[in-house]
């Protein structure tokens, strides 16, 4: 059985709201989150056999198909990884990355799904905006709103149910690369990024808002801060500038982090096990309560890594590798500013696209 189409609502386009600052702290939830995957998407934390500390177990590789959440053999996660800032002028909380793990209970595979942070969508709401703003205006609206708006956004683009969320921000990300001893990255395009912006001078002077970022091609040891910037460069030359570009750099360093994070070297290492749950304890905002998380390891015996599948939605890949988006040349309706939306003006090949990935390409 396949998921059923989703169609998305066909009121007429209304102006977008503006995004608001947001302060509001993640909730502390006491859960066993204490990896460094769930900042991209891919780490949880739970293995029966430690006792009194934690080894990092992918949450796609810990899922507990038999208790959790699922639809037609699949749990689908959205995985956030928020821009919110600890200091400077910039407090909107936007989800930078917005990536769906889809786990398959008789496959045991993964799909892992990039969308765009500039898809231009219809809310439950009824109003449009960037994807990426939808968390914010729904929490600015009516707090504790902007998970359940924003899987609801995302089931009518995908065409799939959103059966949990994560939403970690970039600082932790930062300090968990740094805690797990950097990461090696193989960077496939040499790219030089004049203009990544310095945090906390968003009020600067213009000359002063930006630093230069080089990456040369080839494998590179990376600690957080160089991490954090390889995967959230947009104005890279050499065809780093992309959305599809930054998201093909976010899947090489979630495989990274993964490699690092299942090493013997992490894994026997109590002080840093320890510290990455210090790290993400109460600082992660998702709906995977304790009782949910005990279940989880029951699948990193079957789960097969090696079968993951990486897809991104775009504007320059062939249709069947994802380029089912374009950027209109006639920026009226959108206040001027660059979006991509979908070629057909609806999504039903998007649901096609990636129900083939979920069901069909096996």
Same mark, same amino acid.
């Given at each position: 059985?396949?998921?059923?189409?989703?169609?998305? $609502?066909?009121?007429?386009?209304?102006?977008?709201?503006?995004?608001?600052? =947001?302060?509001?702290?993640?909730?502390?939830?006491?859960?066993?989150?204490?990896?460094?995957?769930?900042?991209?998407?891919?780490?949880?934390?739970? *293995?029966? =056999?430690?006792?009194?500390?934690? %080894?990092?177990?992918?949450?796609?590789?810990?899922? #507990?198909?038999?208790?959790? $959440?699922?639809? @037609?053999?699949?749990?689908?996660?959205?995985?956030?990884?928020? @821009?919110?800032?600890?200091?400077?002028?910039?407090?909107?909380?936007?989800? %930078?990355?917005?990536?769906?793990?889809?786990?398959?209970?008789? @496959?045991?595979?993964?799909?892992?799904?990039?969308?765009? *942070?500039?898809?231009?969508?219809?809310?439950?709401?009824?109003?449009?905006?960037?994807?990426?703003?939808?968390?914010?205006?729904?929490?600015?609206?009516? &707090?504790?709103?902007?998970? $359940?708006?924003?899987?609801?956004?995302?089931? %009518?683009?995908?065409?799939?149910?959103?059966?949990?969320?994560?939403?970690?921000?970039?600082?932790?990300? &930062?300090?968990?690369?740094?805690?797990?001893?950097?990461?090696?990255?193989?960077?496939?395009?040499?790219? /030089?990024?004049?203009?990544?912006?310095? &945090?906390?001078?968003?009020?600067?002077?213009?000359?002063? !808002?930006?630093?230069?970022? =080089?990456? #040369?091609?080839?494998? +590179?040891?990376?600690?957080?801060? /160089?991490?954090?910037?390889?995967?959230?460069? !947009?104005?890279? @030359?050499?065809? &780093?500038?992309?959305?599809?570009?930054?998201?093909?750099?976010? +899947? $090489?360093?979630?495989?990274?982090?993964?490699?690092?994070?299942?090493?013997?070297?992490?894994?026997?290492?109590?002080?840093?096990?320890?510290?990455?749950?210090?790290?993400?304890?109460?600082?992660?905002?998702?709906?995977?309560?304790?009782?949910?998380?005990?279940?989880?390891?029951?699948?990193?015996?079957?789960?097969?890594?090696?079968?993951?599948?990486?897809?991104?939605?775009?504007? !320059?890949?062939?249709?069947?590798?994802?380029?089912?988006?374009?950027?209109?040349?006639?920026?009226?309706?959108?206040?001027?500013?660059?979006?991509?939306?979908?070629?057909?003006?609806?999504?039903? +090949?998007?649901?096609?696209?990636?129900? *083939?990935?979920?069901?069909?390409?096996?």
């Amino acid at each position: 059985m396949k998921y059923a189409d989703l169609n998305i $609502k066909g009121s007429q386009i209304q102006s977008a709201e503006q995004n608001n600052e =947001h302060t509001k702290k993640p909730k502390g939830r006491i859960v066993l989150v204490a990896s460094i995957l769930i900042i991209l998407g891919l780490i949880y934390v739970f *293995r029966n =056999h430690l006792k009194n500390s934690f %080894d990092p177990v992918s949450i796609v590789a810990s899922v #507990s198909a038999a208790e959790l $959440k699922q639809t @037609d053999g699949r749990t689908n996660i959205l995985l956030l990884g928020s @821009d919110k800032r600890n200091k400077g002028a910039v407090t909107s909380v936007l989800t %930078d990355t917005i990536l769906v793990a889809s786990i398959g209970k008789v @496959d045991n595979d993964v799909v892992l799904i990039s969308i765009p *942070r500039d898809l231009w969508v219809q809310s439950p709401n009824g109003y449009h905006e960037k994807i990426n703003a939808i968390y914010t205006l729904a929490e600015n609206y009516d &707090e504790g709103a902007g998970p $359940k708006e924003l899987r609801e956004t995302i089931e %009518d683009v995908l065409g799939i149910p959103i059966h949990y969320h994560a939403l970690i921000t970039f600082d932790l990300f &930062e300090e968990a690369v740094n805690i797990l001893g950097g990461i090696t990255v193989e960077v496939e395009n040499s790219f /030089t990024d004049y203009f990544y912006p310095i &945090e906390g001078k968003e009020n600067a002077p213009e000359y002063e !808002r930006y630093e230069t970022i =080089h990456f #040369s091609s080839g494998v +590179q040891n990376m600690d957080g801060n /160089t991490a954090l910037k390889f995967v959230r460069s !947009r104005k890279g @030359d050499n065809n &780093e500038g992309t959305d599809f570009a930054r998201s093909k750099r976010q +899947q $090489k360093v979630i495989a990274a982090i993964k490699e690092k994070a299942f090493s013997m070297q992490t894994i026997l290492s109590i002080d840093k096990i320890k510290n990455l749950y210090d790290a993400y304890s109460g600082n992660v905002d998702t709906d995977i309560d304790f009782s949910t998380i005990q279940t989880f390891y029951l699948l990193s015996k079957q789960i097969d890594l090696n079968k993951v599948i990486s897809i991104v939605l775009d504007d !320059r890949s062939e249709a069947n590798e994802g380029g089912l988006l374009y950027a209109p040349e006639d920026r009226t309706l959108y206040g001027d500013r660059y979006v991509l939306v979908p070629q057909t003006g609806d999504y039903s +090949q998007i649901h096609a696209f990636v129900q *083939r990935y979920l069901f069909d390409n096996k």
